[in-house]
C-alpha cells in the first residue's frame, strides 16, 4: 500500500462557516516597508450551472499565484506560491504610495483578494 499521499486529520474545520479558513490576511495595513501576506488553509471557487450556485473547498493544491495590482489595473508583483507556503513578505518600500489589491489565483479564477495601502 502507497501511503505518500496519505494525510493525517489532526483538527477538522468547516470552511464555509470560517471564512477566517481561506481568506488573505494583510499586515500592517497600512505598510511601509514591509507587507506579510497570510496565505489561507483552503482555496474557496464557486460557480454556477444554472439556477445552481456550486462551492468547492481545495484542501490540497500544489500551488497558486499572488498577483498584486495597483488601482490603475498594471500588474505590480506577480509569483507562482505553493501550498507549503504560508506566508509571504513583500518589500514595499520603493512602491508609489497609493491602494494596491492582492489577488490570489487558483486555476485562472481568483479565490481570495485583500487591499492595502503603501503609505512612505
Known sequence: ????????????????LEAEFYNLHLYPNPASDK????????????????????????HQWKETR?????????????????????????DVSSWSQGMYVARLVFMNEVVGKARFVVQQ
Open 66 to 90: 499572488l498577483d498584486v495590482f495597483d488601482l490603475y489595473g498594471r500588474l505590480k508583483f506577480s509569483r507562482m506560491i505553493p501550498q507549503v507556503q504560508k506566508t509571504l513578505e513583500l
Open 1 to 16: 500500500m502507497d501511503l505518500n499521499d496519505c494525510d493525517i486529520i489532526t483538527e477538522i474545520h468547516e470552511p464555509l
Open 35 to 58: 507587507l506579510i501576506i497570510e496565505l489561507p488553509d483552503y482555496l474557496k471557487t464557486q460557480s454556477q450551472n444554472g439556477n445552481r450556485i456550486v462551492t468547492t473547498i481545495f
